[in-house]
């Protein structure tokens, strides 16, 4: 069975701060890991997967994740916060051929000016 | 690029009505999925489908049906709307086969059951 958990519901930074959202995740298979966003009135779009190799991955926007197995996380960073960053992201895992993706409960991001 | 069509953005029906949401992708995907988004909850696999004609319950199955009878088309029924059924439900597409393959998803039906 796998399962996400993505730690605050909220998240607000300041914009040029780090942004920082968390994901943990648990699989009885070698997972592949994903970051959705949404932004307001639109379905999800992909930020950036994980399936195998180099565990830190590099997204669209200036995001990225590092899957760090020992820890079971998936967090998503970007170093500076725009205000256009603001939207709600989804962490999700699933296994070969992509049936049944779970998906977290998401974090919304606000940016303050 | 691919794209995700849905046939509603938004969608007001009356308890007991009969309810299609009908989604089409134009990339020739083999997997197609329905969701519905709910505050907190994130979403939840109602039904996927991973060839024409064949179809999988999700997590949340009750309620709903789902037809596709073409590659490109994917339809959710709802044989007779609640207003538990209020939600935003969501389309996806993805390629078949083994990969890792990320899904592809429409802009969402808004859905208010009075």
């Known amino acids: 069975a796998q399962s996400v958990t993505q730690l605050g519901s909220h998240v607000s930074v300041s914009e040029g701060a780090l942004v920082l959202l968390r994901c943990n995740y648990s699989?009885?298979?070698?997972?592949?890991l994903f970051w959705y966003v949404q932004y307001p009135n639109q379905g999800l779009q992909l930020l950036l997967k994980y399936t195998t190799g180099a565990t830190l991955v590099k997204g669209i926007n200036g995001f990225e994740a590092e899957f760090k197995k020992s820890e079971t996380s998936f967090h998503l960073t970007k170093p500076s916060a725009h205000m256009s960053d603001a939207a709600e992201y989804f962490c999700a895992v699933s296994g070969p051929g992509g049936f049944k993706t779970i998906f977290g409960a998401g974090t919304r991001l606000f940016v303050k000016a | 690029d691919v794209k995700v069509t849905q046939s509603s953005r938004y969608l007001v029906k009356r308890t007991g009505e009969k309810v299609f949401l009908e989604c089409v992708q134009d990339?020739?995907?083999?997997?197609m999925f329905w969701y519905r988004q709910d505050p907190g909850l994130g979403l939840r696999l109602i039904y996927f489908s991973y060839d024409v004609k064949m179809k999988e319950k999700g997590d949340i199955p009750e309620g709903y049906s789902v037809s596709r009878e073409k590659k490109e088309r994917f339809s959710l029924i709802l044989e007779s709307a609640s207003t538990n059924q209020t939600s935003m439900y969501l389309c996806?597409?993805?390629?078949?086969?083994?990969?890792?393959?990320?899904?592809?998803f429409g802009p969402g039906t808004r859905l208010t059951v009075t």
């Open positions: 699989s009885s298979v070698p997972p592949y």
């Open positions: 990339m020739d995907h083999e997997n």
């Open positions: 996806a597409s993805s390629p078949g086969g083994l990969g890792a393959y990320e899904q592809y």
